[in-house]
């Protein structure tokens, strides 16, 4: 059961962003996410989206920095992650 979180490497709005993911639930991701000041409006139906800015807080709170090939494997193998196909139809 980890947070994971990935290079500050996703280019928008004039910075780079994170990917911050749990391996084992949503519930889990949600609560770090609440407890450490991240907008539920990040939320991107697997994933929150936090900028270059909160990486280093966020890894020293708990975060499990990963890269972003391992983690997308694990978001894949914990079964919580989204397909963008499904994300297209949900938006």
Do not use: C, N
């Amino acid at each position: 059961m980890s947070i994971l979180i990935d290079d500050p490497v996703w280019p928008a709005h004039d910075t780079v962003w994170s990917h911050l993911v749990s391996d084992s639930s949503y519930d889990e991701l949600h609560e770090f996410a609440e407890a450490h000041g991240v907008p539920r409006r990040a939320f991107d139906f697997d994933h929150y989206d936090v900028p270059a800015s909160r990486y280093d807080e966020l890894v020293a709170a708990g975060a499990l920095p990963v890269g972003g090939k391992e983690l997308a494997v694990r978001l894949q193998a914990s079964g919580l992650r989204v397909p963008q196909w499904r994300k297209r139809q949900l938006r």
